[in-house]
């Protein structure tokens, strides 16, 4: 019986580039039709999976029987591939899985090539993972703060205006702490603690390592935000409470007194007014500010700290440091050129507030003191970052 946990090493690097290419060719033509045939039905689940391999292998020309005269190296990467694009279709993984078990059992002599095949299969989620958390490049996330301050100065209303700043807040916060978006977008007004150095503590509630850590909490030290924060925290009681629901007036409390998928829609929003792809969504910012800190030399030690992360071999799933200089250069010329007005729109959403000197940070006594930070605040350029 094979086993699925151990799979064989099998050395792709043997397949020709020109093999190479003509796989990925034909997969391309076979997307369409896995995904029509991965749809249920009450045939047994191990004759299905076999014939969507059938199927995969036919847009080559070739057979299961042909498998035997092919090298080595030819049918590991035919193997491999055929899980690559079940993937991008989102066949169920068990008709995957089952299609492997059928071959291997009807072809015996095709055991060995499988393994490469096996392995991709147990990194299933992985992917599921990585395509989830999509990073958001830098200049992206200045982009979207951007249109967020925009939004806030054209508001109409006072109480609209104050829910786009808090919206603001959460995302700066978000980005600028390693918080996952459920943490962010939760956090209570009590949260915030104005220590005398002029930093902020931020306790969070319900973290999803709190089995191991107990209670958490973030340290915020970037000047721009703890400018920021002070101004929209200062201003929330000068505010209407929320209306609606009695669901909001219970989020009173909260920086942003909406639900997560309000805010996720907000999110949405505002990409769109962005310029970006719908790839980005709220975990893209942990994702995104994770690798930009990486990018700008920050020790990985120190991410994982600040970002609470139990291991580094979790961290290494958010670090896509290729994945995000590749988002970075399909940014369109209006997400850059949103970046580029960041500091300005920033400093016309302080002259909203009265008495928001740079150097006030806390209630009256509190006086700002820089403080170390690792990596640079949103409102630095990206160029002069990197």
Known sequence: ?????????????????????????????????????????????????????????????????????????????????????????????????????????????????????????????????????????????????????????????????????????????????????????????????????GCISVFIRNPKTRRYCGSQAVLVTDPALLRYCRCVLGSRSNSPAPSGSAENAARAGQVFPFSYAVFSSRFASVRLAAGLPSIFTPASLRAGSATYALQCNTEVARIRLAGRWLSERTLLIYLQSALSVVHADELSAKTLGLSLLLPRGFENVMSLFPNSGPTSVGPGRYRFVPCDQPWPSLLTPVVAAM
């Open 1 to 197: 019986m094979q086993r699925r946990g151990k799979p064989s090493q099998s050395n792709t690097s043997l397949f020709s580039q020109g093999e190479v290419s003509a796989v990925d060719k034909a997969v391309s033509g076979v997307r369409p039709r896995l995904r029509d045939l991965a749809k249920p039905t009450n045939a047994h689940r191990s004759s299905q999976g076999f014939r969507l391999f059938e199927s995969f292998l036919t847009t080559f020309g070739l057979g299961v029987g042909d498998l035997h005269t092919l090298p080595s190296p030819r049918v590991v990467a035919l193997a491999s591939s055929f899980v690559e694009v079940s993937f991008e279709q989102e066949v169920p993984l068990d008709l995957v899985q089952a299609a492997l078990t059928a071959l291997g059992k009807r072809h015996a002599r095709l055991r060995d090539c499988l393994g490469e095949a096996w392995r991709f299969c147990s990194e299933w989620k992985t992917w599921r993972g990585v395509r989830h958390r999509a990073p958001l490049p830098a200049a992206a996330a200045q982009a979207m703060l951007a249109v967020v301050f925009s939004f806030a100065a054209q508001s109409k209303s006072v109480q609209q205006r104050q829910h786009w700043l808090e919206f603001g807040l959460v995302f700066w916060i978000t980005w600028a702490a390693f918080l996952r978006p459920g943490e962010g977008a939760v956090l209570q007004v009590e949260d915030f603690r104005f220590s005398l150095n």
